[in-house]
């Protein structure tokens, strides 16, 4: 089955800088990469997602690329603001299954 | 939101006793999904369903069974609870693309 994996597991930026989290992923047929993102007590919500025929997604200060080849993928939050701060999860499906397969999070603090 | 809730938000079980965990959906979408969240492990999939009477087994689904008689309903089962089940359950519904989750439930084990 589908295993993904996720860096790093805490990351902590000074507000304004930028933070990068990365995916990589095992099955090939896999060609749907969300991203979710979870406030404190609060269930996780889709902040962007990004299907295997694209190679970069943007939305705002939100960007998500995906390299094939090397089965990884990454979330890049530019311009952070403490409202960023939460756990962050990538996930991978395929279309012949929809199995919807996490990572094991990302906790991101936004230093003021 | 999307019409997925979850019940009961918050259950206290003893340990060798079943508990039935239910979720429902007005949005009739195909795929349900139960996930467990644990500190360190992020969301590990325990069962998900395909359709009416069409589920499968996730990577972590000792322990639990789930049935689904109708699309709305999606029911996870622990046979007989033990204090390693203790956790935050998560429902989720799909239909082509964006998973949708429900509000949670914080099962204890004692």
């Known amino acids: 089955g589908e295993n993904v994996e996720q860096h790093p597991s805490t990351l902590s930026v000074q507000e304004g800088d930028s933070a990068v989290i990365k995916c990589t992923y095992s099955?090939?047929?896999?060609?749907?990469f969300p991203w979710y993102k979870q406030e404190l007590g609060k269930r996780p919500q889709l902040i962007i997602d990004i299907r295997s025929n694209v190679g970069e997604k943007k939305d705002q200060r939100i960007a998500v690329t995906l390299n094939k080849t090397a089965k990884h993928f990454s979330l890049h939050i530019t311009e952070t603001q403490p409202e960023d701060s939460a756990v962050y999860f990538c996930a991978a499906s395929a279309s012949n299954d929809y199995k919807l397969s996490f990572g094991a999070g990302t906790t991101v603090t936004v230093r003021a | 939101d999307a019409g997925i809730t979850q019940s009961p938000r918050h259950k206290v079980t003893e340990t060798g006793t079943p508990v039935t965990l239910r979720c429902h959906q007005t949005?009739?979408?195909?795929?349900m999904y139960w996930y467990r969240q644990d500190p360190g492990h992020g969301l590990r999939l325990i069962h998900y369903?395909?359709?009416?009477?069409?589920?499968d087994k996730g990577e972590v689904s000792d322990g639990y069974s789930v049935s689904r008689s109708k699309t709305e309903d999606f029911l996870l089962t622990l046979e007989s609870a033990t204090s390693s089940q203790t956790s935050v359950y998560f429902c989720?519904?799909?239909?082509?693309?964006?998973?949708?989750f429900g509000q949670g439930t914080r099962l204890t084990v004692v």
């Open positions: 369903s395909y359709g009416v009477k069409d589920t």
């Open positions: 099955d090939s047929a896999s060609n749907y």
């Open positions: 949005e009739n979408h195909r795929y």
């Open positions: 989720a519904i799909r239909g082509n693309t964006e998973a949708f």
